[in-house]
């Protein structure tokens, strides 16, 4: 079985959110996939295959299987439209979370996803030991979105991986406005057993319609500030979240399993 890296958010390998998508003929059953996950060792391992005119794409942490995934849905793809279908504009994805679409524009990658309804709810000192900063706000929809004060904080910030597990939503996201970007965040998730995502595209699916209402814009350019980087460019439609972003490719291997 062929399997692709790519590197999702940037235009260079080593950069961005590295995802692992195998294409299938036929669907493996659900522990073999857990066990490719975790071998690839990756945020996020993408398993692909045809159903009459979509895929259907799925998306496996080494903790388990998630119903929305940004990078690994880019990631595939890129895959799709450079290697199994060369040419191919738009790709039609069967999800968890319904239908998305991916199409090409130039050299980006443009995402339709849904976007979270986000909730306030109070600051804890929970909060502030798990991140090792207060946040001046904190939102909840699938995940937990936290505002910091300046992007210096989210930036140089340590969290406290037990505490943050600790803490309400399947993902933590810290956030601020930038200097060179409309905002600048991380993205955790050790309930998943990822420390640091990368660069999180359902996490945008929180961060994007905050940060657009909270600066009365109607398009922004985001970036997530992890150690590998990745820059997205996002707006809002009909309560969609659209986000572009390049992809490097990594490698292309075999299987054999």
């Not at 995934?69 to 799709?80: E, F, I, K, M, S």
């Not at 319904?98 to 709810?121: C, H, I, N, Q, W």
């Not at 993205?187 to 657009?212: N, Q, T």
Request: hydrophobic content about 40%; aromatic content about 10%.
């Amino acid at each position: 079985m062929r399997q692709y890296v790519v590197d999702a958010f940037t235009d260079r390998v080593f950069g961005g959110n590295p995802a692992a998508v195998c294409i299938l003929e036929s669907w493996l059953p659900d522990e073999l996939m857990m066990d490719i996950t975790r071998e690839n060792n990756l945020s996020e391992t993408a398993f692909a295959a045809r159903e009459g005119e979509v895929w259907r794409l799925r998306w496996f942490t080494p903790g388990g299987e998630i119903d929305l995934c940004g990078h690994a849905t880019l990631a595939t793809a890129y895959v799709l439209m450079n290697h199994v279908e060369p040419g191919l504009e738009r790709v039609r994805f069967a999800t968890l979370s319904g239908e998305l679409t991916v199409s090409r524009a130039g050299d980006l990658y443009e995402l339709d996803f849904p976007a979270y309804e986000l909730r306030p709810t109070p600051v804890t000192p929970e909060m502030t030991a798990a991140f090792g900063a207060e946040p001046s706000e904190a939102w909840l929809g699938r995940d937990l979105l936290c505002v910091f004060e300046s992007e210096d904080t989210v930036r140089a910030m340590a969290p406290d991986m037990e505490k943050l597990a600790a803490l309400d939503g399947l993902l933590q996201h810290a956030t601020s406005t930038g200097r060179e970007f409309d905002c600048v965040s991380r993205s955790f998730a050790p309930k998943l057993s990822v420390p640091e995502d990368p660069v999180c595209g359902s996490g945008h699916c929180h961060i994007v319609p905050y940060w657009l209402k909270s600066l009365g814009r109607e398009k922004l350019t985001a970036y997530q500030a992890s150690r590998r980087g990745g820059t997205l460019w996002c707006r809002m439609e009909n309560g969609r979240v659209y986000m572009s972003g390049k992809a490097a490719l990594y490698s292309i291997a075999e299987l054999y399993v």
